[in-house]
């Protein structure tokens, strides 16, 4: 079993849809959590970044994190197709990230 | 800041042949990683540097792979002899330190293609 599991997609939604990207890991010791976006042909970009369980806010996006049941989800509000990439969550203890494998997401006009 | 510089961008050659590849991390930046991206695996992490030091190398595939960090504005990683396995996307990514688990910022990444 990998460490954090990601389903590949291909998503794809109409624009203005609310987008759900997730992710479960098999590590509880981990506490920092990570989602990475990444254009085609590009390095991943820091997207959210939340410590430990709970919600974190940031514009249209919104990162959860439920440590009971080993979840991370990714939202995001009104999405547009700028928003189509690939979504890479990631999962920390100390300086060591252990990526999900991505979801790719189109976002139709 | 230009952030992480990689080079080449692209890299095209055969079997057999020795590949060295790039990196410039951020001016300040005391964490450097070494990255493998494929379709299959996803982002892989081969090794990290902290002040210049190798602190994880586990995930080096083999002895074929080498990485070097002669000072705090360099590193390369090497493949000798290369193979069409190791065709992949190579990020180099740099870190600060704060506490915790600080963002890395990533490269735009060598696309290596061994024939």
């Known amino acids: 079993q990998k460490e954090v599991e990601q389903d590949p997609g291909p998503l794809s939604v109409p624009e203005g849809a609310i987008v759900s990207l997730n992710c479960t890991y098999s590590?509880?010791?981990?506490?920092?959590f990570m989602w990475y976006r990444q254009y085609s042909r590009k390095g991943p970009e820091l997207l959210m970044y939340?410590?430990?369980?709970g919600n974190k806010e940031d514009g249209r996006f919104t990162a959860q994190v439920d440590k009971s049941s080993k979840y991370i989800s990714l939202f995001i509000r009104d999405s547009q197709p700028s928003d189509s990439a690939t979504y890479l969550c990631?999962?920390?203890?100390?300086?060591?990230?252990?990526f999900g494998t991505g979801t790719r997401l189109k976002v139709l006009a | 800041d230009a952030g992480v510089i990689q080079s080449p961008r692209h890299e095209v050659t055969e079997m057999g042949q020795e590949v060295t590849l790039r990196c410039k991390p951020i001016?300040?930046?005391?964490?450097l990683f070494w990255y493998r991206q494929t379709m299959m695996r996803g982002l892989e992490l081969l090794i990290y540097f902290n002040n210049n030091v190798p602190i994880d190398d586990s995930g080096m595939p083999e002895d074929r792979f080498s990485a070097k960090m002669p000072n705090a504005s360099f590193s390369t990683l090497k493949i000798q002899p290369s193979e069409p396995r190791d065709s992949a996307v190579y990020f180099c990514?740099?870190?600060?330190?704060?506490?915790?688990?600080?963002?890395?910022?990533f490269g735009p990444g060598t696309r290596l293609t061994v024939l």
């Open positions: 001016s300040g930046h005391d964490y």
């Open positions: 939340t410590y430990s369980s």
């Open positions: 590590n509880s010791a981990f506490q920092y």
């Open positions: 990514a740099s870190s600060g330190t704060s506490g915790g688990a600080d963002t890395q910022y």
């Open positions: 990631a999962i920390s203890g100390t300086y060591k990230y252990i």
